[in-house]
C-alpha cells in the first residue's frame, strides 16, 4: 500500500532538488523517495536486521571484564567521586 507524504521546503532547497532530480534522470518525487531510503539505511531504519545480526557477532566474543567492585573503586579513584555509575568502562 502507498502511502502520500506532503512536506513542505524552502523555496531554495525545492529548486536544488528540482535541479537535481533531472541530472540523475529521475522525476523530483523519485529523487525524494530515494533520498528517504537512503537516509532509512544510513540511520539503520529500514533493516533492523542488520543491527540484530551485528549484536549478535559481538555477542560471541570475549570481552575482559573487571568485578564491578574494583570498576567503581577505579572510578572512585579517578573522579573523587563515590557515585555508583551505571557504566563503567576500564581501559587497560
Keep these: 500500500m ?16 528540482q535541479k537535481a532530480a533531472p541530472s540523475r534522470h529521475l522525476s523530483v518525487a523519485e529523487w525524494v523517495r530515494e ?8 540511520e539503520g531504519l ?13 555477542a560471541r566474543n570475549s570481552y575482559p571484564v573487571a568485578d564491578i567492585e574494583h570498576c567503581w573503586g577505579e572510578s572512585k579513584a579517578a573522579t573523587g567521586n563515590d557515585s ?6 576500564i581501559w587497560r
Excluded: M, W
Design 35 to 42: 533520498a528517504l531510503r537512503l537516509s532509512c539505511q544510513r
Design 46 to 58: 529500514s533493516e533492523p536486521g542488520k543491527k540484530l545480526d551485528a549484536i549478535r557477532a559481538a
Design 84 to 89: 555508583r555509575r551505571r557504566y563503567c568502562l
Design 2 to 17: 502507498a502511502e502520500t507524504l506532503q512536506i513542505i521546503v524552502q523555496d531554495a532547497e525545492h529548486r536544488a532538488i
